[in-house]
């Protein structure tokens, strides 16, 4: 596991979802839970730009 500390959290966000993306490349991630609330909001929006921008593909994580 790898724990990340910033003091901001878009910064944070954004080295989060680097990892997540990483980790999708490598096929380390197959399975995710993803939180609700406001506090994964700016992830999941990096995220949604990786994929976007065609850094990320999901069609092989299942997600719930």
């Given at each position: 596991?790898?724990i990340?500390?910033?003091?901001?959290?878009?910064?944070?966000?954004?080295?989060?979802a680097?990892?997540?993306?990483?980790?999708?490349?490598?096929?380390?991630?197959?399975?995710?839970?993803?939180?609700?609330?406001?506090?994964?909001?700016?992830?999941?929006?990096?995220?949604?730009?990786?994929?976007?921008?065609?850094e990320?593909?999901?069609?092989n994580?299942?997600?719930?």
């Amino acid at each position: 596991m790898r724990i990340l500390i910033e003091n901001n959290y878009k910064l944070l966000s954004k080295k989060a979802a680097e990892h997540f993306k990483n980790l999708v490349k490598k096929k380390l991630m197959k399975t995710v839970a993803f939180p609700t609330g406001n506090t994964p909001f700016l992830f999941y929006k990096e995220l949604v730009n990786l994929y976007k921008n065609g850094e990320v593909d999901f069609s092989n994580i299942t997600g719930f």
